[in-house]
């Protein structure tokens, strides 16, 4: 099947074509290329080399598999300790004042919602509209 899609066999073909009309060639002139196979200590070594290839694509993919299954349990891990306060403990003993104070959560939840509030104009009352 292959040998059909070899450009060396198309360049054979075409020129041993006959017929006008619709050319065509013979089961003769097929079987008059010569097909060069290599020698089976040559096709021997080719396959020796494919299965150590399809060996170390197997490797590369147990090792793949290996690395993702320790991604995951890596992010699982990182993501229980930032939960549970571990990776900032020792930057909050080392700065208490900026989680304290006028730098704690409170004190910031409080500053945003008072910005807001002065951002939202006056709303109107139904008295306020019928008199203007």
Known sequence: MLLLEDTAFSNYLLPNQTGSDIPHISGKQI?????????????TEIVRRVEQLFAFA???EQRVKAAQSRVNHLTQSILAKAFRGELTADWREQHPELISGEH???A??????????AQMPAKRTRKQKAGA
């Not at 910031?108 to 509030?117: D, F, N, P, S, V």
């Open 108 to 117: 910031l939840l409080a500053r945003i919602q008072t910005e807001r509030a």
């Open 31 to 43: 079987l008059g290329y010569q097909v060069l196979i290599p020698s089976e200590q040559e096709q």
């Open 104 to 106: 704690s959560a409170e």
């Open 58 to 60: 197997d490797q590369i």
